[in-house]
């Protein structure tokens, strides 16, 4: 595995494989690898031959208050773990190579980012969706692969996808648990061992209202309603947003349809986590 840092010698290495007739998959991280990226690694692998990780801590997407400098950084890790999986290349380039130049452009979304991840991170997807269509352009690929867990970010990168014609395939890959239900993130590791408990209130309180669709309630407000009561039973929690919503349009839900999702996001001490459940009819 080759770890290259400028938009060049990816350009070239994209190229090579091309050339010997390898598809291209994508899989675009902040680094700090967990099994969660690694699944997105081995998706990735059985859909091209020439699998390209990037590693890059985009401080556009990062509020003034938010955890840019403290965000985990493990290069070294990261490229061993890489590498291990099964990754052809990882893309880890320096603020200076990807932001050159004062910006002129940004790619801000019109629909879907108003409420949730959007309003409580302001600005945060239009920092998302410019280096994302900037790595899509630097890489090329066939395809690029998310992850579920932000699944307000993977429909809004499938949005600007189809809308700004990018010749490529988004795929969603299901969020990766560990044992005690607890969804995989760069961020846990700044959870103490009793605020990593309280945590796990997030999952309960998903899976709760899971079961409650499963057994028959339909209405977005009932739902929320369960999810929020797990949640108030946790006193190591502070609520941001619980909603069932249609992944369509990320507007609440009233009924539940064959496009919603639960979506949560807390607060536990300074660590902000956040996490979904798929209505499946
Ligand atoms: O999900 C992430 O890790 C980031 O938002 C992404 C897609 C790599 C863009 O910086």
Redesign the pocket.
Known sequence: MNVVTTIADVRAAVAAARSRGEAVAFV???GALHEGHLSLVDAARRRGGFVVL?I?V?PL?FGPNEDLAKYPRDMAGDTARAAERGTSLVFAPSVDEIYRRERTIEIRPLKFADDWEGASRPGHFTG?LT??AK?FNIVQPDVAV??QK?LQ?ACL?QAMTRELDFPLEVQVEPTVRDSDGLALSSRNQFLSPRERKAALALPRALTRLRAAHRSGVRTGAELERVAEEVLAAEPGIELDYLAVVDTRTFKRARTVGAHAAAIGAVRIGTTRLIDNELLQP
């Open positions: 675009p991280t902040m990037s890059f985009n997407q998302v280096i994302v790595l998310f992850g932000d970010q990168v």
